[in-house]
C-alpha cells in the first residue's frame, strides 16, 4: 500500500504560478513512477507530468498543453514529487491528482486549483 498526502493548490490569477507537492508514504520502494493528473468538470482526467527514476537520473513526460511551463521533480530520499506551475491559464482550473505506480495506481485525494482570468 501507498498513501499519497497533496499540498499547494489554490486560487491564482492567469499567468500566475503555483507549486504542487504531494509526499508518499508506504510501501515505497516499490514505486516505479510518480506524477500528476487532473481532472475539470466534465472532463476525463489526464496526465498531467510524470517521472520516472533510473538510477540516478529521473525522466520526465509532460502533457503537450503543459510543456514549457510545468515543471516536474522528485526527491527520492524523501518521498516526494512536486509540480511547480508557471504561466497558469484558466484553461489549467482543475483538481490535481498525485499519482503513484506499482503494479497498481495509487491516488491522493485531489487539490483543487482554479486560475481566474
Known amino acids: 500500500q501507498v498513501q499519497l498526502v497533496e499540498s499547494g493548490g489554490g486560487l491564482v490569477q492567469a499567468g500566475g504560478s503555483l507549486r504542487l507537492s504531494c509526499a508518499a508514504s508506504?510501501?515505497?520502494?516499490?514505486?516505479?513512477?510518480m506524477g500528476w493528473y487532473r481532472q475539470a468538470p466534465v472532463k476525463q482526467r489526464e496526465m498531467v507530468a510524470l517521472i520516472t527514476s533510473g538510477g540516478t537520473t529521473n525522466y520526465a513526460n509532460y502533457a503537450n498543453s503543459v510543456k514549457g511551463r510545468f515543471t516536474i521533480s522528485r526527491d527520492n530520499a524523501k518521498n516526494t514529487v512536486s509540480l511547480q506551475m508557471n504561466s497558469l491559464k484558466p484553461e489549467d482550473t482543475a483538481v490535481y491528482y498525485c499519482n503513484a505506480q506499482t503494479t497498481m495506481d495509487y491516488w491522493g485525494k485531489g487539490t483543487l486549483v482554479t486560475v481566474s482570468s
Open positions: 508506504g510501501i515505497i520502494f516499490s514505486i516505479n513512477a
